[in-house]
Structures are given as structure tokens and as C-alpha cells.
């Protein structure tokens, strides 16, 4: 088939149709002249796609009359040209009841046939073995209000009701320049289309280099969620938990469970929870993992309901109703791990012609995502830790702190030579030797004594800035507890969390820190989920001030550092980097290093970008 340049009318050739027609009928064995040996509807669709009109062209086969307007071949076998004709005008109805295109909210556009062309029909009739090479071709129109950004196309011919299989080759063009490759749509298997009318699509061949250029840009852009109509699997294994994100059509998910709701084609806002409802319920029983042995059942973190024209799924989106022929539903199955798993397998068992496989992309820690097929055949991906490494343990190596030095004085012996030297001083006056032998005599009983400590009080030593704790040592401290709080948001649990943060931080600040360091990392563009710390860098620090508090070194450092942290979705990775300036007061406590007081004087954005994860 090939488009007339400058105008929407297309001609049709035949194109794959027959061959899988034939392919099909090959294997089952049955090819021979009666209509019930091939019970299945075959026809091709060109859509022009204008700003202000959708043109259709429509090929259908002479079977198809005889299917869905019940034509009946006379004596001589023969279909009369007179009954085609008639069941071609009567089959119009069927095609705008059958053949649909939808906005991006999922309302159908109303279409009409204008024009009906049965000059492939000879005079003499058809011949029962010539109902799938003689064809009937409509031309419909389907008015549009303004230029489309999204198009669905689906058929359903017969209805729902009808037990035969219907599959359409559709080509869709923009401005009569063709968008993509051919595709097959089925009742339960329509195709979404995006339409740029600032760069519109042309006709000029392109090299092989130019096409895979426009399609890593194309993919970049939608974030690598490139169809409307195809199931996405996405499966995650970090230190805390095993996680399986799943991307799915509305009208491919109906056929693993029911999704009930008022209107066929709608899924309203009131009913979307008990569609929620009914995957929980579904997961539960159809996918879980065991890891290290132990079966863990799916905890379903999350299911959200998206339109076409939602790209991030990392987002939550806000409620609205959604078509069920165009719509998707995210799913997030969590499963999490008390510790680093060792062993892991994930078992899916959702197999149905509409999805006889599943194609799911792993992402083992932060190795590149790699490709596992599930089929009925292997329905089991397994996975072993490739070393023993767990989650990072927090660096505790830190210089001794010192304690203040002190002078003792005793008092006894202080007191002792005070009533020494007030004896003695009376003695001069008075020139009385007795009185200064005593004097004498009570000092050295003093001095005797000084060493017991006798009644003793302790008076602090000042020392310097270096001799309390030396800058080289000061920074060591500091940089370790600053890195030790963020490694410890690598642990998953948030007992864990705090836990390990108790290692680095003390006093009051240990509630208060940690529910703001949790706060920081929550992603708001990204619904709220928390991001893992993928590094942190300290821009510069000085120690301001370094003193002594009830006998044990303390100190306070200025300090500028970069928080890089990362959410990962759906094959795709989104990046946060923030920077802080602010003072931390280091304490000892409990004979360790530290932090006891932070106060934060300044939070800037340096960098919010999104890109897509590493895949081999």
C-alpha cells in the first residue's frame, strides 16, 4: 500500500492478511470451501489523521457479509452480486458500531461512511472459494474538534458477545505521511497513538542512523514506555526488598480477573477502589517470591489508574476516570527482606492468549537491568547474591576522645598550709620561734598529706584550640559521623534506620534528625516516595570552635555539603541533588563521637533530572 502524496485518499493492495489467513488454516488443517472451517474476521484500515478530521479507509473481505449480515451462498454455491451489494450498504452500521476511535479521555468520536465501494464484485456474483480475495472497500470520516494529541483505535466486530476472532491491520498517517509500522488490532488489543503537530511526521526516506536516532530520542522522551498496548515488568532486588513494578492495559488486566464497573467503556473515579481491591486480592494468590527459602506473599504498595497522557508512572496521579480502552494501571508488588537476601524466585503464573508471556526487565542492585521471558513453559526466574556483602555497616574507627586535664587540690593540705602561713605570719610579728617551729611543723604535715588528696576538689586546665583535639583528628570525626548518618537510610526498615543512626548521633538530636533527613529525602515531584542516598559530598568544613563541656572535648563545624539521592520506577531513574550549609556541634557521649546539635541555615535545588536505567 502506498499513500498518494498531498492528498488523504489511499488505495489498498493486499497486504499480510491472506498469508496468516492461510498460515492459519495450514495448521489447523482445515482450509476447504465451507465457512465454518475458518471462522475468523480479517480486514485492513488506513487512518489519515488531518487536524480537523480522522479519514478512514476500510478494507473488508466478502467474508465478512457472510459472517455478520448472515448471507447465504444460493444452489450453485455462488454469492449473487445483487445480496453482496445490499449487505454491504447494510453492513456500514456495523462498522461505525464496531470500529471506534477515541480521544485521550476515551470518548469515542461519532464517524460516518461516505462513501461504499463494491466494484470488486462481478456481476456474476462471488464464488465461495473467492469470499477472502474480493474485498469491499468504505471510506469514513470521524470530525475532530481540534488537533488531536492522543488517537485510539480498536474494533470489536461482532460485539463482545461474538465468539469469532477479529484481527485489523491498521496503518496510521499523520497529514497522509505514515506513524510507525503497521499493527494488528484486536477486540481486546487496541492501538494509542501520539500525534506532534510541531514537528509533524513527512514522507522523506531517512537512513538507518537517522530512524535509530528518532527512535533513542522517542524513547528518551517517554521515558522507555514506548506503546500504549503493551504490558511493562519491571523487577528490582536491592538489600530490603525484592520489587515487581508492573505497567498494564486496562482491557489486558480484565483478562486476568474481572474489573467491574457501571459503563463498559469507563472506569469511574468511585470504582477504581474496588478495582484496587480486586488486584490486591489477585497478587496475593498469583504471584509471590521466596527468599532464602521462605515464601513471602505480594504487599501491593501501590495501584494507580493512568491516561495517555501520563509519562512519569513514579508519580502518583490524581484520581480521574479513565476509558478502559486506552487507560493503564501501575502496580507496585513489594516484598521485603528482613536482611540481604541470599536467594531469590519469583514465580509468575498469568498466562492467557493475551499475554502468553512476560517480558520483564531485572535490575539487580545497581548492576544493568537485563532481560527474563516468563512463559508457561519457565514460569520461575531465580536469582543467587553473587558475594556476601549486605547492606554497608557505618564506619566507627574515630580518634580516642580526651578528657579535660585537671589540678587536683586537697583541701586538708590547702587548709594546713593556710593556718601554717597565718601562724608564721604572727610569729614574725610577735618574733616568737615557738610560733614558727609550729608553723614549720604544720607544713610539713601538709606536705605529707598532699598526696592523699585528702577532701580533694578538682580545678580544669585551660589548654589550646590543638591540645584539646587537633584539626586533622576534628575533621576525621566530623566526616565519618556526617557520612554514617546517611549510610544509615541504606537500611530499609526504619527500626534499622534509627538504629544505626544511634551509632553517630546523640542526644535529642536523634528523633529530630532522623524525621529530617526522611523528610529530605522524600521526593514531593515524585509522589512522596523516599529516595536512597546515592552519595554525599562534602563541599568544604572548618572547625570553628573546639572546647571542653563537663571534662569532654566538644567542637563545632561549619560546614557546605551535597545530598545525591535517587527513586527508581518503572525502568527509569530520577535523580535529586540538594545543598545544605549549617553548624553540627560534636559531643562525646558515652565515651564516642557524636553529633548533638545540627542547626541547618540553608537548603538549595542544584539539580532535579530524569533518565533512563542502564540496560543491557
Known amino acids: 500500500m502506498k499513500p498518494v502524496q498531498g492528498s488523504s485518499k489511499v488505495r489498498f493492495t493486499p497486504l499480510f492478511a491472506a498469508a496468516c489467513l492461510g498460515a492459519f488454516l495450514c495448521i489447523l488443517g482445515e482450509r476447504c470451501g465451507k465457512l465454518s472451517a475458518h471462522p475468523i474476521s480479517l480486514s485492513t484500515a488506513v487512518a489519515n489523521v488531518e487536524t480537523n478530521q480522522v479519514k478512514v479507509e476500510l478494507k473488508i473481505l466478502v467474508e465478512d457479509l457472510m459472517l455478520f449480515q448472515k448471507l447465504q451462498p444460493n444452489s450453485e454455491q455462488m454469492l449473487p452480486a445483487d445480496a453482496l451489494k445490499s449487505g454491504s450498504t447494510k453492513h456500514q452500521q456495523f462498522l461505525i458500531d464496531y470500529f471506534q476511535i477515541r480521544t485521550v479521555d476515551g470518548v469515542p468520536l461519532s464517524g460516518a461512511v461516505t462513501k461504499t465501494d463494491t466494484s470488486e464484485i462481478p456481476d456474476t456474483g462471488v464464488t465461495l472459494d473467492a469470499v477472502m480475495s474480493t474485498s469491499i472497500y468504505y471510506e469514513l470520516e470521524f470530525p475532530l474538534e481540534s488537533s488531536p494529541e492522543f488517537l485510539t483505535f480498536s474494533q470489536n466486530f461482532g460485539g463482545s458477545s461474538n465468539p469469532l476472532p477479529s484481527v485489523m491491520d491498521l496503518i496510521v498517517l499523520q497529514n497522509s505521511a505514515r506513524l510507525g509500522y503497521p499493527v494488528q488490532i484486536s477486540p481486546k488489543n487496541p492501538h494509542s497513538v501520539e500525534f506532534d503537530w510541531e514537528n509533524p511526521p513527512t514522507n522523506d526516506r531517512k537512513s538507518w542512523r537517522q530512524r535509530r536516532e528518532m527512535m533513542k530520542q522517542r524513547r ?158 519457565e514460569p520461575h526466574f531465580t536469582w543467587q547474591r553473587k558475594t556476601d556483602e549486605g547492606a554497608p555497616q557505618p564506619a566507627l574507627s574515630l580518634p580516642i576522645p580526651k578528657t579535660q586535664p585537671v589540678i587536683q587540690l586537697s583541701m586538708v593540705s590547702a587548709g594546713m598550709f593556710l593556718v601554717s602561713l597565718i601562724i608564721m605570719a604572727r610569729a614574725s610579728v610577735r618574733r616568737n620561734k615557738q610560733l614558727g617551729l609550729l608553723s614549720i611543723g604544720i607544713a610539713i604535715v601538709a606536705a605529707v598529706l598532699l598526696p592523699q588528696n585528702l577532701a580533694a576538689i578538682s580545678i580544669p586546665k585551660d589548654q589550646a584550640a590543638e591540645e584539646i583535639i587537633t584539626t586533622a583528628d576534628a575533621e576525621k570525626v566530623f566526616s565519618t559521623l556526617h557520612n554514617n548518618i546517611y549510610r544509615a537510610f541504606d537500611y530499609g526498615q526504619d527500626t534499622q534506620v534509627y538504629d544505626v543512626l544511634d551509632q553517630s548521633v546523640g542526644g535529642e538530636l536523634l528523633e529530630a534528625l532522623y524525621l529530617k533527613i526522611s523528610q529530605g529525602l522524600r521526593m514531593e515531584e515524585q509522589g512522596g516516595a523516599i529516595a536512597r542516598v546515592s552519595s554525599t559530598i562534602i563541599e568544604s568544613t572548618e572547625i570553628v570552635d573546639r572546647r571542653y563541656s563537663k571534662g569532654s572535648p566538644q567542637f563545632t563545624s561549619h560546614c557546605i555539603w551535597n545530598v545525591v539521592g535517587t527513586v527508581e520506577h518503572w525502568g527509569h531513574i530520577h535523580t535529586r541533588e540538594n545543598q545544605y550549609e549549617g553548624h553540627f556541634t560534636v559531643s562525646v557521649v558515652d565515651n564516642t563521637w557524636k553529633i548533638t546539635h545540627l542547626d541547618v541555615e540553608n537548603e538549595t535545588r542544584i539539580a532535579f533530572q530524569t533518565g533512563l536505567r542502564e540496560t543491557k
Open 220 to 377: 528518551e522522551e517517554l521515558l522507555g514506555i514506548t506503546s500504549y498496548s503493551t504490558t511493562y515488568s519491571y523487577i528490582y532486588i536491592t538489600d530490603t526488598e525484592i520489587r515487581h513494578e508492573i505497567l498494564v492495559p486496562l482491557l489486558t488486566l480484565e483478562t486476568w480477573f474481572p474489573i467491574k464497573r457501571r459503563n463498559a467503556d469507563f472506569l469511574e473515579i468511585d470504582e477504581q477502589d474496588a478495582a484496587t481491591a480486586a488486584v490486591d486480592a489477585f497478587f496475593q494468590e498469583h504471584a509471590y517470591v521466596s527468599i532464602d527459602g521462605i515464601r513471602v506473599p505480594a504487599k501491593i504498595d501501590r495501584v494507580d489508574f493512568y491516561g495517555l497522557d501520563f509519562r512519569d508512572f513514579a508519580q502518583r496521579t490524581e484520581k480521574k476516570r479513565v476509558g478502559i480502552h486506552n487507560a493503564r494501571a501501575g502496580i507496585i508488588l513489594s516484598y521485603p527482606t528482613k536482611k540481604a537476601p541470599q536467594n531469590m524466585e519469583l514465580t509468575w503464573e498469568t498466562f492467557n492468549n493475551h499475554t502468553p508471556l512476560l517480558n520483564s526487565v531485572v535490575y539487580d542492585h545497581k548492576e544493568p537491568g537485563y532481560r527474563h521471558f516468563f512463559t508457561p513453559a
